[in-house]
C-alpha cells in the first residue's frame, strides 16, 4: 500500500486501540500472500529463528527487536518452520491480540510479569559520559548504546553561584538537622565530585604498587528514614548528568525477579502459567542479588564514567556477607579501563547498622541518622533549588581538572594520593572556592580528616551510653586524676568492653589501654570528641570539686565585695581629706587677701 494511503487510513482511525490494530495488520501482512496465507520458505523461518536466538545470551542484554521477531514467529510457525495448521492472521481476533501485546509491549491485565522486553540498560543515567583514553576527553552521549556522541568542552570560568550551591548543601545539613552531619555530607560529596576519576585514581595507584582496593567504588548513605538521604541522592544526580530523574527504584520489579525466572528468559525458553502470574520474590536475598548483577553489569559499561544513584536497596546490599564477593569482583578485578563509580541511599530501619571490614574498605558508607528540625519556607524553596537547579559544571570542570592532574603525578602528589584518594578533587575544589572567597567559610572541612562511619557510629554509640544514667552512677574518679574509670558491667553485650573500646579513635589518645575490669578514659579528651562535657561535670560533683569551687567562688565574691567595701570607704576618707585640705587652702586664701587688703603703708 502506498504510503500516502496508509497515513490517510491510519490518520481516519479514531482510536489508539484502532490505529495499532491497522499498524499491526499492515505489519503482518508482508509475510503473507494475497490470499493471506503464510507465504514464507520454512527454510527461511528455522534460518532466521537460528540467527536471532544465536544473538540472545544474557536477559539484561535482550534487544526489544530480536526478542519481539522471535515471539511473532513462534505465534506464526511451527518448530519445523511451516505454518501452523489454520492460521488467518488477518481474522484470527485472539491471535491479533497475541501479536499486539507483544509488538506494542501491551501488559496482560490478568499477569503481572513485564520483563520480556525489559532491557538493564534502560535503567542506566541519561546523558552518559564516556571517556575517552586517547583523547584524554570526556563524551556525552543521550542514552547507553547510542550513536550519537559529543565532546565535552568544560567552562574554564566557573561561576560563583555554582560553587556556592556545594557550600550551601554542606551548611543545610550542618544547620538545619539535629545533629550536624555537614562533615558526612561534604565528604560525599567530595566522593560525587571525583566519582569520574576513581578509575584513573586506582590506574595511578596500581602503576605504583599500591592496593586499588583502598579505593571504594560504591558509596552509600545509610539511615532512618526521613533524614536526607534520598534528598541528596536526587541532589548528587543533578550534579553529575542535570537531572534527578534517572535515579533507580531497588524496588523496581526487575530486582525481584526469581532466578529460575531469569534463567529461562535468558535462555529464550517459555515460562509456565505459574511462573507468568508470579515471577517475583520479595526476599532480599534475591533483591540483593539481581542489584549486584545489575551493578556489576553496570560498572563493566566500556568507558562510561557517570556515577549511577540508586535508591532504597535492602540494607543488606552492603551489610551482609553476600555483598563481600561482588565488591571484591569489582574492586579487585582491574584492568585500568575506564569504569563507573556506584552511589546509594538506603534505609536502616533497625538502626544497628555496621559494615565488616573487607567491604568498608571497598564501599565508601556514610551515615544520616539525623532527621531534619522544623524548616521555614526558604530553607524548604532552597532545598527544592537544591534538588531540580543545580549544575553540573562544577563536576565536568573538576573531572577534567583531575584527570590532567593524575597525568603528572609526582612522588610528593603520590604520596599525598596513597594517604587520602580524596586528596585531588579537594585540592581541585579548594581552587575554586580560594578563587570566589568562599574557602574561609569552609576551612574547617578541609582541616578535619574524612568523614569515617565507624568513628561516627562509635560516638553515637558512646554518647547513648554515656547518657545513661545507671552507667554514670558506676563510674569511679579520683581527685586530682584526670581519667575516669568505667567498669566492664557498665557496657552491653559479652564483648562489651572490646567493642566500645574499638570505638575510640586512637590518636585522641581518649583510652590508652583496654583491661578486662573495664576502661580508663581521659575525661577532656572523651568529652572533645563527644562534643559535651558529661565527664567533666561528673568528676566535679565526684570529688568534691564543685562544691570547692562553689565555695571557693562564694569567698571570691564576699572578698569583692570586701574590697569593693573597704574601696569605696577609703575613697570616701580620701574625699573627706581633700575636702578638708581644700576648705583650708581656701581660708588661708581668704585670710592673705584680706590681710593685704587693710595693710597700711608706714
Same mark, same amino acid.
Given at each position: 500500500? @502506498?504510503?500516502?494511503?496508509?497515513?490517510?487510513? /491510519?490518520?481516519?482511525?479514531?482510536?489508539?486501540?484502532?490505529?495499532?490494530?491497522?499498524?499491526?495488520?499492515?505489519?503482518?501482512?508482508?509475510?503473507?500472500?494475497?490470499?493471506?496465507?503464510?507465504?514464507?520458505?520454512?527454510?527461511?523461518?528455522? $534460518?532466521?529463528?537460528?540467527?536471532?536466538?544465536?544473538?540472545?545470551? =544474557? /536477559?539484561?542484554?535482550? &534487544?526489544? #527487536?530480536?526478542?519481539?521477531?522471535?515471539?511473532?514467529?513462534?505465534?506464526?510457525?511451527? $518448530?519445523?518452520?511451516?505454518?501452523?495448521?489454520?492460521? $488467518?492472521?488477518?481474522?484470527?481476533?485472539?491471535?491479533?491480540?497475541?501479536?499486539?501485546?507483544?509488538?506494542?509491549?501491551?501488559? *496482560?491485565?490478568?499477569?503481572?510479569?513485564?520483563?520480556?522486553?525489559?532491557?538493564?540498560?534502560?535503567?542506566? @543515567?541519561?546523558?552518559?559520559?564516556?571517556?575517552?583514553?586517547?583523547?584524554?576527553?570526556? /563524551?556525552?552521549?543521550?542514552?547507553?548504546?547510542?550513536?550519537?556522541?559529543?565532546?565535552?568542552?568544560?567552562?574554564?570560568?566557573?561561576?560563583? &553561584?555554582?560553587?556556592?550551591?556545594?557550600?550551601?548543601?554542606?551548611?543545610?545539613?550542618?544547620?538545619?538537622?539535629?545533629? *550536624? #552531619?555537614? &562533615?558526612?555530607?561534604?565528604?560525599?560529596?567530595?566522593?560525587?565530585?571525583?566519582?569520574?576519576?576513581?578509575?584513573?585514581?586506582?590506574?595511578?595507584?596500581?602503576?605504583?604498587?599500591?592496593?586499588?582496593?583502598?579505593?571504594?567504588?560504591?558509596?552509600?548513605?545509610?539511615?532512618?528514614?526521613?533524614?536526607?538521604?534520598?534528598?541528596?541522592?536526587?541532589?548528587?544526580?543533578?550534579?553529575?548528568?542535570?537531572?534527578?530523574?534517572?535515579?533507580?527504584?531497588?524496588?523496581?520489579?526487575?530486582?525481584?525477579?526469581?532466578?529460575?525466572?531469569?534463567?529461562?528468559?535468558?535462555?529464550?525458553?517459555?515460562?509456565?502459567?505459574?511462573?507468568?502470574?508470579?515471577?517475583?520474590?520479595?526476599?532480599?536475598?534475591?533483591?540483593?542479588?539481581?542489584?549486584? #548483577?545489575?551493578?556489576?553489569?553496570?560498572?563493566?559499561?566500556?568507558?562510561?564514567?557517570?556515577?549511577?544513584?540508586?535508591?532504597?536497596?535492602?540494607?543488606?546490599?552492603? +551489610?551482609?556477607?553476600?555483598?563481600?564477593? @561482588?565488591?571484591?569482583?569489582?574492586?579487585?578485578?582491574?584492568?585500568?579501563?575506564?569504569?563507573?563509580?556506584?552511589?546509594?541511599?538506603?534505609?536502616?530501619?533497625?538502626?544497628?547498622?555496621?559494615?565488616?571490614? +573487607?567491604?568498608?574498605?571497598?564501599?565508601?558508607?556514610?551515615?544520616?541518622?539525623?532527621?531534619?528540625? &522544623?524548616?521555614?519556607?526558604?530553607?524548604?524553596?532552597?532545598?527544592?533549588?537544591?534538588?531540580? *537547579?543545580?549544575?553540573?559544571?562544577?563536576?565536568? %570542570?573538576?573531572? %577534567?581538572?583531575?584527570?590532567?592532574?593524575?597525568?603528572?603525578?609526582? =612522588?610528593?602528589?603520590?604520596?599525598?594520593?596513597?594517604?587520602?584518594?580524596?586528596?585531588?578533587?579537594?585540592?581541585?575544589?579548594?581552587?575554586?572556592? $580560594?578563587?570566589?572567597?568562599?574557602?574561609?567559610?569552609?576551612?574547617?572541612?578541609?582541616?578535619?580528616?574524612? %568523614? *569515617?562511619?565507624?568513628?561516627?557510629?562509635?560516638?553515637?554509640?558512646?554518647?547513648?551510653?554515656?547518657?545513661?544514667?545507671?552507667?554514670?552512677?558506676?563510674?569511679?574518679?579520683?581527685?586530682?586524676?584526670?581519667?575516669?574509670?568505667?567498669?566492664?558491667?557498665?557496657?552491653?553485650?559479652?564483648?562489651?568492653?572490646?567493642?566500645?573500646? =574499638?570505638?575510640?579513635?586512637?590518636?585522641?589518645?581518649?583510652? @590508652?589501654?583496654?583491661?578486662?575490669?573495664?576502661?580508663?578514659?581521659?575525661?577532656?579528651?572523651?568529652?572533645?570528641?563527644?562534643?559535651?562535657?558529661?565527664?567533666?561535670?561528673?568528676?566535679?560533683?565526684?570529688?568534691?570539686?564543685?562544691?570547692?569551687?562553689?565555695?571557693? !567562688?562564694?569567698?571570691?565574691?564576699?572578698?569583692?565585695?570586701?574590697?569593693?567595701?573597704?574601696?569605696?570607704? +577609703?575613697?570616701?576618707?580620701?574625699?573627706?581629706? !581633700?575636702?578638708?585640705?581644700?576648705?583650708?587652702?581656701?581660708?588661708?586664701?581668704?585670710?592673705?587677701?584680706?590681710?593685704?587688703?587693710?595693710?597700711? =603703708?608706714?
Amino acid at each position: 500500500m @502506498p504510503i500516502e494511503r496508509l497515513l490517510t487510513v /491510519f490518520f481516519g482511525k479514531t482510536t489508539v486501540e484502532e490505529k495499532k490494530i491497522y499498524l499491526l495488520d499492515e505489519t503482518v501482512s508482508t509475510l503473507t500472500d494475497a490470499d493471506n496465507t503464510i507465504g514464507i520458505s520454512a527454510k527461511e523461518i528455522l $534460518s532466521e529463528k537460528r540467527e536471532l536466538n544465536g544473538e540472545i545470551r =544474557d /536477559f539484561d542484554v535482550i &534487544q526489544k #527487536e530480536k526478542r519481539d521477531s522471535i515471539e511473532v514467529l513462534n505465534l506464526i510457525y511451527d $518448530s519445523k518452520g511451516f505454518p501452523k495448521e489454520k492460521v $488467518s492472521v488477518m481474522d484470527d481476533e485472539p491471535l491479533r491480540k497475541k501479536l499486539l501485546n507483544v509488538v506494542y509491549h501491551d501488559e *496482560d491485565p490478568n499477569e503481572r510479569f513485564v520483563f520480556e522486553n525489559v532491557k538493564a540498560s534502560d535503567y542506566y @543515567p541519561k546523558p552518559l559520559f564516556l571517556y575517552d583514553d586517547d583523547e584524554k576527553a570526556i /563524551f556525552e552521549t543521550p542514552m547507553y548504546g547510542s550513536s550519537v556522541q559529543h565532546k565535552i568542552v568544560p567552562s574554564c570560568e566557573i561561576s560563583k &553561584q555554582d560553587v556556592k550551591d556545594i557550600c550551601d548543601i554542606v551548611f543545610f545539613y550542618r544547620d538545619n538537622k539535629q545533629d *550536624d #552531619e555537614s &562533615q558526612a555530607v561534604f565528604s560525599f560529596l567530595m566522593y560525587v565530585l571525583e566519582s569520574a576519576n576513581i578509575w584513573k585514581i586506582r590506574k595511578v595507584i596500581s602503576e605504583h604498587g599500591g592496593i586499588v582496593e583502598n579505593v571504594p567504588v560504591v558509596a552509600a548513605l545509610i539511615g532512618q528514614g526521613e533524614t536526607g538521604k534520598t534528598t541528596l541522592l536526587k541532589i548528587v544526580s543533578c550534579l553529575t548528568i542535570g537531572s534527578k530523574e534517572h535515579i533507580v527504584n531497588a524496588q523496581d520489579d526487575m530486582f525481584k525477579l526469581k532466578a529460575g525466572v531469569k534463567e529461562k528468559l535468558a535462555n529464550n525458553q517459555k515460562l509456565t502459567e505459574a511462573e507468568k502470574k508470579n515471577p517475583f520474590s520479595e526476599t532480599p536475598l534475591v533483591m540483593n542479588k539481581n542489584t549486584w #548483577e545489575f551493578i556489576q553489569r553496570y560498572m563493566l559499561t566500556k568507558s562510561s564514567i557517570t556515577p549511577i544513584c540508586i535508591d532504597d536497596p535492602n540494607i543488606g546490599l552492603i +551489610q551482609s556477607k553476600s555483598a563481600e564477593n @561482588p565488591l571484591k569482583y569489582l574492586s579487585n578485578t582491574y584492568k585500568g579501563a575506564p569504569h563507573p563509580v556506584v552511589l546509594i541511599a538506603m534505609n536502616d530501619r533497625n538502626h544497628n547498622f555496621s559494615i565488616p571490614h +573487607q567491604i568498608g574498605r571497598r564501599a565508601y558508607a556514610f551515615g544520616q541518622e539525623n532527621q531534619f528540625r &522544623q524548616i521555614s519556607k526558604s530553607e524548604a524553596n532552597q532545598l527544592t533549588h537544591f534538588e531540580n *537547579d543545580l549544575s553540573n559544571q562544577v563536576f565536568l %570542570y573538576l573531572t %577534567y581538572w583531575i584527570d590532567a592532574w593524575l597525568d603528572n603525578v609526582s =612522588d610528593e602528589d603520590y604520596e599525598n594520593l596513597s594517604k587520602d584518594f580524596l586528596y585531588p578533587v579537594k585540592q581541585a575544589f579548594k581552587g575554586l572556592l $580560594s578563587e570566589h572567597a568562599l574557602y574561609d567559610g569552609m576551612k574547617r572541612y578541609f582541616e578535619s580528616d574524612n %568523614y *569515617d562511619i565507624k568513628n561516627d557510629n562509635g560516638r553515637r554509640n558512646w554518647l547513648a551510653l554515656l547518657s545513661d544514667k545507671n552507667v554514670l552512677e558506676k563510674i569511679s574518679f579520683n581527685k586530682g586524676d584526670e581519667t575516669a574509670f568505667i567498669p566492664k558491667d557498665c557496657f552491653p553485650g559479652r564483648d562489651g568492653v572490646s567493642r566500645y573500646f =574499638d570505638y575510640l579513635p586512637a590518636k585522641l589518645e581518649i583510652c @590508652p589501654t583496654q583491661v578486662d575490669a573495664g576502661l580508663s578514659i581521659v575525661i577532656d579528651n572523651m568529652d572533645s570528641w563527644l562534643g559535651n562535657s558529661v565527664l567533666r561535670e561528673k568528676y566535679r560533683a565526684d570529688t568534691g570539686l564543685a562544691h570547692d569551687e562553689h565555695e571557693i !567562688k562564694i569567698a571570691k565574691i564576699q572578698a569583692i565585695e570586701q574590697g569593693k567595701a573597704m574601696a569605696e570607704t +577609703q575613697f570616701k576618707l580620701q574625699q573627706e581629706v !581633700k575636702k578638708q585640705e581644700e576648705e583650708k587652702r581656701m581660708r588661708k586664701k581668704l585670710g592673705y587677701k584680706l590681710k593685704n587688703l587693710f595693710r597700711h =603703708d608706714d
